[in-house]
């Protein structure tokens, strides 16, 4: 599976903006597909998951309530809006996917390049 993020850039605060990934090379509908970010001299962490149907969706707490995750399996595609955006979101943000993953990225088997988001104060 290869995975290509995109839509990352340069936003104020208080502003959105929407990420997307997209994989290819074998069908993802049965895996769980999830966002990660890595902000500089910073640990990469969990931002939010998806289950392969869509209907169960998790969150970091400092992100739930202000990004929405979604994904269109016939399109292999998985966006996560982000709403509200502050300065500490800052970071490059990663696409993944993985059989039984949840908020680890050690569950997760493939991996994208990363977008860049940046939120000016």
């Known amino acids: 599976v290869q995975l290509q993020a995109s839509g990352g850039g340069l936003v104020q605060a208080g502003g959105s903006l929407r990420v997307s990934c997209v994989a290819s090379?074998?069908?993802?509908?049965?895996?769980?597909m999830g966002w990660f970010r890595q902000a500089p001299g910073k640990e990469r962490e969990f931002v939010a998951a998806?289950?392969?149907?869509?209907?169960?969706?998790y969150y970091a707490d400092s992100v739930k309530g202000r990004f929405t995750i979604s994904r269109d399996n016939p399109k292999s595609t998985m966006y996560l809006q982000m709403n509200s955006l502050k300065p500490e979101d800052t970071a490059v943000y990663y696409c993944?996917?993985?059989?039984?993953?949840?908020?680890?990225?050690?569950?997760?088997?493939?991996w994208g390049q990363g977008t860049q988001v940046t939120v000016s104060s």
């Open positions: 993944a996917v993985g059989r039984t993953a949840v908020r680890q990225d050690y569950e997760y088997d493939y």
């Open positions: 090379g074998r069908s993802i509908s049965n895996y769980v």
């Open positions: 998806i289950s392969w149907s869509g209907i169960s969706r």
